[in-house]
């Protein structure tokens, strides 16, 4: 009789769903401890940190690649805080990044937004519009004069003459695949992104309609960056719409 050694039985592979469930706890450790690497020790520091944040938008968030993951490297920093709050009190809608930020203090959503706006990174080159020169200039009027007859301000009203967004509240537009201005519009405009009272995008979103939001979001993300990249230190001049999330833009929170 011939004895065969013992073998291990092969575990099964983790199921793709499993995988996926998995992953939130994953970056979320990363995000509160920072990655653990073989000697030597890697020190805990924000990059480090901040790694669980890149899984999703990039190198040093510059953004991720599929175009729905927006850049966080430079936008103003009470922009990116009230972003995460909105995140992790309910105000924004999207399951991994809540249950990335719903268990960190204001304190630490303040330092992780702060550190993103501290770095100043290089955009890529726009993507070229494929939009009809008719939509495009349609969305060019909208961005700087916007609609009056139809309530509708222009965006550069809150955002900025360069659209790179007023400190320290407001962001820039540029920069910010279609895809993703298509799909923040649209939250806006059914409700499944809000802000804090009074919530100036929600009343400039309900007065958009499909023809502007496309019109918007292709000329937009066709524009090229300017050389300053930085948010302006103040809004324009007769500046009256009101956002909670941005005082100084209305006047009022």
């Known amino acids: 009789m011939t004895f ?22 994953a970056l979320l450790a990363l995000l509160a401890t920072g990655a653990a690497r073989a000697q030597p020790a890697v020190p805990d520091s924000m990059a480090q940190r901040m790694a669980a944040c890149t899984v999703c938008h ?25 972003q995460l709050l909105n995140f992790r009190d309910g105000r924004r809608h999207y399951g991994l990044m809540t249950q990335l930020v719903d268990r960190l203090s204001d304190d630490y959503l303040r330092e992780i937004a702060e550190y993103f706006a501290a770095l100043e990174l290089p955009y890529p080159p726009p993507a070229p519009a494929s939009a009809p020169a008719a939509l495009l200039e349609r969305g060019r009027q909208l961005v700087h004069q916007g609609d009056p007859a139809r309530g509708l301000p222009a965006c550069v009203q809150c955002h900025g003459a360069a659209m790179t967004g007023v400190a320290p509240n407001v962001p820039g537009l540029l920069g910010l695949p279609r895809d993703y201005l298509n799909g923040q519009l649209g939250a806006w405009r059914t409700g499944q992104r809000k802000a804090l009272a009074p919530d100036c995008m929600a009343h400039v979103a309900e007065h958009l ?44 929170r």
């Open 4 to 25: 065969r050694p013992a073998t291990r039985a092969k575990r099964p592979a983790l199921r793709p769903a499993l995988r996926r469930a998995a992953l939130p706890f």
């Open 58 to 82: 990039g190198p040093a968030g510059r953004a991720g690649p599929d175009g729905y993951y927006p850049r966080l490297a430079g936008k103003p920093a009470g922009y990116l805080y009230h």
């Open 209 to 252: 309609a499909d023809a502007d939001v496309a019109a918007v979001s292709g000329w937009l993300a066709a524009q090229p960056l300017p050389a300053d990249t930085r948010a302006a230190a103040q809004a324009p001049a007769g500046n009256t719409l009101a956002c909670g999330s941005a005082p100084e833009v209305g006047g009022t």
